[in-house]
């Protein structure tokens, strides 16, 4: 497929690439296996290859896909985040009868707030939700040696901040507007149906009026979910999906003086280093009126007010004069969960675990992820008029790992060998000061496909990263020497 | 404003005083002018001479000069000494850094640049950051490459004794392995080399030699191959569960 040898001439080297084409292959091809019978009754044998390779190939079992006599299919999407709200819009388009239960309406969910530039255009973002429009950024090492990446954008370019509360409620609205019913309330638990095809039974509490109010207690039956409710996913807990390894992000926001938010106008800032996080990086992104600065950590969770504190230090004289007007936090997840996937209930966005390594980007991917998922279930179910089984819940899975997987090991193998140590930091840094790297970083970002590169400027490129990574680990050699 | 802040920090970083405690001194006692003029993002903190500075941290920016002032000549030497030198120890400082990089004019040696010399200041420039992260400044920003000390000074520096002990230790493992196989089949040398089974041991014992540097890289090259493809098996493992289900 031309996207995995398009996306196989990404960043490292060229050696890399191939290792990597050839895992994607050997991915791909155990995959075929995988087919849906039209015919109801049939029993097909199931195959299972001599050796576990990479992945084991099935072929289903059976298919029984009923016609709904007289309803369309009922679908719930648990949260309403980016990845909700654009599940329930392509549901409801469909056909398929959606409701969104979302436990807070106004959420202003911590977050980082960065989206690329294709997000704008798949989902038909009006661009008045965009606070801020970044064209430069800043990576900072160690030492303090920074680097402006953005050169290479074009004057159309740009990665989107937008504030959460505001995406969230867009994406929402447009879902109601297209026929899903909205409900402000929060899922408590699931009961799973005792016979195949029966309905999923939903206790959730919803919130009407008074504020402060308890809320009742209202169950619903539905014949799937799409659990879309973020890292603490109750849904997950609900189908035993198993946990994963998470890092916590801290943010603060500061309101800094004019002056000084004016140097932050397209501008966001990354800061690497051990005394910022031991494997992640303390960032300042600017929002509407103010900065968010903040770090992450997964290994080290117990520090990271002390990483917020050194983070803080770095870039205290450009938000010197600030003043914090909110502390946030929130878990991100690292890798997606076991399962992400039981009978008719399917996890999208932060709840499955689909965050990249590296920049732990999150929002793009769970928008694509929800829009997936239930495009598959509006195949599945033809438009609503028959009922749907895990089978069909497995093609969006299928179709996911086999678009994005190759973007994930990517960031995944940066953020091995980038964010190892101090040199690794210096290194990567250093790299980022390469013309043909911030072309190839950004246009993998920014429409998250990439055009195939010059290999012979992959292989240049090869030389100089392992010539970086030497160099700075030389230097910490010498650096030990001193200390010792 | 200062009030304000201080109070909010204090109030979201709940940490011991001690780790705030850069805080409160650099930016008072910094040598900077400029520094001195602008509001200070800090905490109060216990530390000795601490109260001098907790009660500068809540006036306004004039007053803050003038409590440094009464607050370094009242206090003890000892203590006052202290500040001081917290005070040179502020930020990196070396006369050949300048600009953000090292002025290379000031290694010459000779006529020639002393390229070990820009690199042990360099080395000392990053062990000062690592103990003591300074701010990154826009009007000072650092641009220093380590591209450009050659690519031979590097290799002269730091790849050629590596490269003498390995060739040391491969030279030693192959006269005595060479030895033990010629006296226990009687094949000498150049027929060795002939021989598959000789090249496979002079392979590994090479490999061996390169990989193995240290006794705990055995240990690191294992942990390597697992993680490898771990990242992997997470994803996979959403696939285990279509298997089982048969």
Same mark, same amino acid.
């Given at each position: ?9 990404? *960043? ?34 199931? $195959? ?79 661009? #008045? ?37 505001? *995406? ?27 016979? %195949? ?11 009407? +009026? ?40 801290? $943010? ?55 990483? %917020? ?43 499955? +675990? ?46 996911? #790992? ?31 000061? #390469?013309?043909?790297? $911030? ?17 012979? #400027? ?27 | ?29 910094? /040598? ?177 030699? /390169? ?36």
């Amino acid at each position: 497929m031309s996207s995995e040898s398009a996306l196989s001439a990404h *960043l490292l080297s060229s050696l890399f690439l191939s290792v990597l084409e050839t895992m994607a292959s050997v991915v791909l091809k155990t995959f075929a296996g995988l087919r849906r019978s039209s015919d109801n009754s049939h029993q097909f044998p199931v $195959q299972k290859p001599a050796k576990v390779h990479f992945r084991k190939a099935r072929i289903v079992a059976s298919r029984t896909c009923p016609k709904l006599s007289n309803r369309n299919l009922r679908v719930a999407v648990i949260g309403g985040g980016p990845a909700g709200g654009s599940a329930a819009e392509t549901l409801a388009k469909g056909g398929v009868e959606t409701i969104l239960i979302e436990r807070k309406l106004d959420n202003c969910k911590p977050c980082g707030g960065a989206i690329p530039l294709c997000m704008v255009g798949e989902f038909n973002l009006p661009l #008045d939700i965009i606070d801020r429009k970044v064209t430069k950024m800043k990576m900072i090492s160690p030492s303090n040696v920074a680097v402006d990446i953005g050169r290479t954008l074009k004057p159309y370019e740009y990665i989107g901040m937008v504030r959460r509360e505001i *995406l969230d409620a867009y994406l929402r609205d447009r879902a109601a507007e297209n026929g899903a019913k909205v409900i402000n309330g929060l899922f408590m638990k699931m009961d799973m149906p005792k016979v %195949q095809n029966a309905p999923y039974v939903l206790h959730y509490t919803e919130y009407t +009026g008074t504020k402060g109010g308890v809320g009742e207690k209202k169950t619903v039956e539905v014949d799937a979910v799409i659990g879309a409710d973020g890292a603490n996913s109750k849904v997950a807990k609900s189908i035993n999906a198993g946990d994963y390894e998470y890092a916590i992000a801290f $943010q603060e926001r500061i309101k800094i003086p004019d002056e000084k938010m004016a140097y932050y106008e397209n501008l966001a800032e990354m800061y690497v280093g051990d005394d910022v996080s031991p494997d992640f990086y303390g960032w300042v992104f600017p929002k509407c009126d103010h900065v968010a600065v903040g770090t992450g950590t997964v290994t080290h969770k117990g520090d990271i007010k002390k990483f %917020q504190l050194a983070t803080l230090n770095r870039a205290k004289d450009k938000i010197l004069g600030g003043q914090i007007i909110r502390v946030e936090a929130h878990p991100i997840p690292e890798h997606p969960r076991p399962r992400r996937l039981s009978g008719r209930v399917a996890l999208v966005g932060d709840a499955a +675990g689909y965050v990249t390594k590296c920049s732990g980007e999150g929002i793009y991917f769970a928008a694509k992820s929800g829009r997936m998922c239930a495009e598959a279930i509006v195949e599945g179910s033809e438009n609503g008029k028959r009922m749907v089984d895990e089978s069909d819940l497995r093609k969006y899975l299928k179709k996911w #790992d086999k678009t994005y997987w190759p973007t994930y090991k990517v960031l995944d193998v940066l953020q091995k060998v980038f964010y190892r140590s101090n040199p690794a930091k210096e290194a990567f840094v250093e790299m980022c000061a #390469d013309e043909y790297v $911030q072309k190839m970083t950004f246009d993998s970002y920014l429409y998250k496909t990439v055009t195939p590169g010059n290999p012979l #400027d992959d292989l240049k490129l090869a030389f100089n990263t392992i010539g970086s990574l030497v160099r700075a680990n030389a230097l910490r050699r010498e650096m030990e020497k001193l200390s010792s | 404003m200062s009030i304000s802040m201080a109070a909010m920090f204090s109030a979201s970083a709940s940490l011991a005083p001690s780790s705030s405690h850069w805080y409160t001194h650099k930016p008072l006692f910094s /040598l900077g002018p400029r520094r001195q003029s602008s509001v200070i993002l800090a905490a109060a903190s216990g530390d000795n001479g601490g109260s001098g500075v907790a009660i500068s941290v809540a006036e306004q920016t004039p007053k803050v000069e003038a409590a440094n002032g009464s607050v370094a000549s009242a206090s003890a030497s000892a203590s006052g000494e202290e500040e001081a030198s917290v005070a040179v120890l502020n930020s990196f400082k070396d006369p050949r850094w300048v600009n953000g990089t090292w002025k290379l004019k000031q290694f010459e040696k000779d006529g020639k640049t002393d390229w070990d010399a820009v690199i042990d200041a360099e080395v000392r420039r990053r062990k000062w950051l690592e103990d003591n992260p300074e701010s990154s400044s826009n009007d000072n920003p650092v641009v220093f490459d380590t591209s450009i000390i050659p690519w031979w000074a590097w290799m002269k520096r730091f790849h050629l004794p590596e490269a003498e002990l390995l060739n040391g230790r491969a030279a030693m493992i192959g006269f005595f392995m060479a030895y033990f196989v010629d006296s226990l089949t009687g094949v000498g040398l150049v027929d060795q080399m002939g021989n598959f089974f000789c090249k496979t041991l002079l392979f590994m014992a090479v490999s061996g030699v /390169l990989l193995i540097r240290k006794n705990e890289d055995i240990e690191t090259i294992k942990k390597l191959i697992e993680e490898t493809t771990f990242y992997d098996k997470q994803w996979q493992a959403t696939w285990q569960d279509d298997i089982r289900k048969d």
